[in-house]
């Protein structure tokens, strides 16, 4: 987790591998790029604020990654920097970039413990890239193509665990087991 951080200029990462990395509420007074020419792989970049002479992320590409609510007050807006990147099953309020697979949908995210969960109900759950090694074998028989759950990857840093529970009922007595198979 990025968080609360301020500085004139670039606020954030440059040239480096983000891998579920939550990055939220910095602010740069001039530049506010908090994301600039890095890899970005299910990450979530929101509440990131400032002057932005570029925009909150740059020159990077992204996969499984949310970048929502930033705000900039100036020239390229709040989120991509047009032309400058790559973005694949992601979701993007704002810019231009290639790819497949992305969307500008609201996120929904969670009002729960830990900052930017998902919500039930999210666009992002099992959403994200469904072979993300890139090995041509989905995730429904790849484990490293899951997220912790065994389901398919969900966009952004946070997953919404989904759990199944077996039931069984002895007497007037409930017992679950909790079991990551389906």
Not at 20 to 27: E, F, K, L, P
Not at 124 to 132: E, K, Q
């Amino acid at each position: 987790i990025a968080r609360n951080n301020s500085a004139e200029n670039m606020p954030g990462f440059s040239n480096a591998t983000l891998i579920n990395c939550v990055i939220y509420n910095n602010n740069g007074s001039n530049n506010g790029t908090v994301v600039g020419g890095c890899k970005l792989i299910n990450c979530t970049v929101t509440q990131n604020s400032g002057g932005c002479v570029y925009p909150t992320v740059g020159w990077s590409t992204a996969e499984n990654s949310i970048i929502w609510g930033n705000s900039c007050s100036e020239q390229f807006g709040n989120g991509w920097l047009a032309g400058s990147a790559v973005a694949n099953y992601c979701i993007i309020e704002s810019g231009t970039y290639t790819g497949i697979a992305n969307g500008n949908w609201n996120p929904q995210f969670s009002s729960g413990n830990f900052p930017f969960s998902l919500a039930a109900g999210s666009p992002a759950i099992d959403a994200g890239n469904p072979d993300l090694d890139g090995d041509g074998i989905s995730y429904l028989t790849d484990l490293d193509d899951q997220d912790h759950d065994g389901t398919r990857f969900d966009i952004g840093a946070n997953i919404l665990y989904q759990w199944r529970s077996e039931e069984r009922r002895v007497g007037k007595e409930c017992r679950s087991r909790w079991s990551p198979n389906h």
